[in-house]
């Protein structure tokens, strides 16, 4: 089948490339936050799900790229198994968490850390609106604001692809990384209608008394996360099983056709830290 530039023979043919990011934090418990998506959209209406979406050309624009100092696509894709284009599912990612949650993982080009109290920030939350009005694009977003993506912030989590059959197929690496403080966390009522930080254990008991709908990957992620005491155990765990020397994510099967990190429970995993 004919590919679009970019997109590696490794994907799944007849599904579309995305991304997902779980934010986790210590509040003290660790949690991570949520979304539930609009009761009237064609896909998972009404779910509760972690930020995400499709990626899109603009997420492997060259521009962009170059705005990515801290991971080559040559690192990205080995970590994905991937020959090429692997950069643009962590550019998706924080795109798509900055459309969708208001959190923008970047920095300036000098270094600075994103203050949300500056007037920068102000038109970061302007440029958020445009962007899911689909008047902007990132590489402008970045452009104007002088801004590096910090893809360095996010390790490889999980992989899931939709099963045959299925009207919409996607795709999907999920990622961690840590909340920066102090940004806006709020959901874009378009896409989504509530957000809220939840203890992962916290939201498996919901959906075990259906009080919120969960798709299997997100409900998966939720267990894996249930099994550490905070965001650095998270993290650092992520870290250490993402990759085998060659970066090549080291994955074990799971239920439902998805692949995910080895954690405390799996065949031949230890304790988790």
């Known amino acids: 089948m004919t590919r679009e530039r970019g997109v590696d023979a490794s994907v799944t043919p007849g599904a579309r490339e995305a991304a997902t990011v779980l934010l986790v934090r210590d509040a003290p418990a660790l949690e991570v936050f949520m979304l539930r998506r609009n009761l009237q959209s064609a896909w998972n209406g009404g779910v509760h799900l972690f930020p995400g979406g499709a990626l899109e050309p603009g997420d492997r624009d060259d521009a962009v790229r170059v705005r990515c100092p801290d991971r080559s696509d040559a690192d990205a894709s080995a970590r994905l198994g991937h020959r090429s284009g692997g950069l643009g599912y962590w550019v998706a990612a924080i795109r798509e968490a900055f459309e969708e949650a208001g959190v923008l993982l970047a920095r300036h080009?000098?270094?600075r850390a994103l203050d949300p109290q500056d007037a920068a920030w102000a038109r970061l939350t302007e440029a958020r609106d445009a962007l899911n009005a689909g008047d902007l694009d990132l590489r402008a977003v970045l452009e104007d604001e002088e801004l590096i993506l910090?893809?360095?912030?996010?390790?490889v989590f999980a992989?899931?692809?939709?099963?045959?059959?299925?009207?919409?197929?996607?795709d999907t690496w999920f990622f961690v990384g840590a909340a920066p403080a102090?940004?806006?966390y709020e959901h874009d009522a378009i896409e989504t209608v509530a957000s809220v930080w939840m203890r992962p254990e916290d939201a498996v008991t919901a959906n075990d008394r259906g009080e919120i709908d969960l798709i299997l990957p997100t409900r998966r992620s939720l267990e894996v996360l249930c099994a550490f005491p905070d965001a650095a155990?998270?993290?650092?765990?992520?870290?250490?099983?993402?990759?085998d020397g060659t970066h090549r994510v080291r994955m074990v099967d799971d239920v439902g056709g998805g692949e995910c990190i080895p954690v405390p429970g799996d065949a031949g995993v230890g304790a988790a830290s």
């Not at 992989?159 to 996607?170: E, L």
Request: proline share 6%; charged share 25%; net charge neutral.
């Open 109 to 111: 080009g000098d270094g």
């Open 150 to 155: 910090e893809v360095d912030a996010l390790e």
């Open 159 to 170: 992989h899931w692809v939709t099963p045959p059959g299925q009207i919409r197929r996607y």
């Open 182 to 184: 102090g940004h806006t």
């Open 233 to 243: 155990s998270v993290l650092a765990h992520a870290r250490r099983v993402g990759g």
